[in-house]
């Protein structure tokens, strides 16, 4: 079946570590791709999206995201973590020729920040 | 204010009972979307509608209904038959691709529906 992955169910980093979070999806074609982040208590956001042009997308808070075609990943980094980064991590896709319909998403991956 | 609101933030039911979660938006979206969430698990679909008086089933349909009478509103109903409702409820809407000051096929989402079964 045809699916998002994100291998990492949690992960652990003090302040000032540098963060990747991993991405796989298995649609072939011409996909959308978006980070979610959900801190605690609060409404999933959207991080980060990439519908085409540069592969390295740039987000909200320092996050950025690089498109790469050939591994069909889309993998999450920050340079330097905060405490307030402390969150869970969703990965989607909007699969291909799909236009409106549902994104699908990865298990998600939380992200605990200790100083 | 435009957004996404879902209600109640917290709904406790006795097992056996039907119970309705609310969703309401004003951004005028056209699609909206149901997701439960349990941990480890993402976000699953239930439910989706991309127009009014129209929705098609999720990958976890089993036990929910829902209505799209109103463009703004999608009520979603956790029936009887639900084995396990207990879990966190999600809406989103979102616009297709082309429409002016859309962002192409971006999910909002709303706070969440907690739903405990006693």
């Known amino acids: 079946a045809q699916s998002v992955s994100q291998h990492n169910h949690h992960v652990i980093l003090s302040e000032a570590a540098s963060l990747e979070l991993g991405c796989n999806y298995s649609?072939?074609?011409?996909?959308?791709l978006f980070w979610y982040v959900q801190y605690p208590g609060q409404h999933l956001q959207l991080l980060l999206k990439?519908?085409?042009?540069?592969?390295l997308v740039k987000g909200i808070k320092g996050f950025e995201a690089e498109f790469i075609k050939s591994k069909f990943s889309f993998n999450l980094r920050k340079p330097s973590v905060q405490w307030s980064d402390t969150a869970e991590y969703f990965c989607?896709?909007?699969?291909?020729?799909?236009?409106?319909?549902?994104?699908?998403f990865g298990k998600g991956t939380r992200l605990s920040v200790i100083a | 204010d435009g957004g996404i609101t879902q209600s109640p933030k917290y709904l406790f039911r006795k097992e056996g009972q039907n119970v309705t979660l609310s969703c309401e938006q004003n951004?005028?979206?056209?699609?909206m979307y149901w997701y439960r969430q349990d941990p480890g698990q993402g976000l699953r679909l239930i439910y989706y509608?991309?127009?009014?008086?129209?929705?098609q089933k999720g990958d976890i349909a089993e036990g929910y209904s829902v209505s799209r009478e109103k463009k703004e509103s999608f009520p979603l109903t956790v029936t009887s038959a639900q084995k396990n409702p207990t879990a966190f409820y999600l809406c989103?809407?979102?616009?297709?691709?082309?429409?002016?000051?859309?962002?192409?096929?971006?999910?909002?989402f709303g706070p969440g529906t907690r739903l405990t079964v006693l």
């Open positions: 509608s991309q127009i009014v008086n129209d929705f």
């Open positions: 989103a809407s979102s616009n297709p691709p082309g429409l002016a000051g859309g962002s192409t096929d971006t999910q909002y």
């Open positions: 989607a896709v909007n699969p291909p020729n799909s236009g409106n319909t549902p994104l699908v």
């Open positions: 649609y072939g074609g011409t996909v959308n």
């Open positions: 990439y519908f085409s042009g540069d592969p």
């Open positions: 951004l005028n979206h056209d699609a």
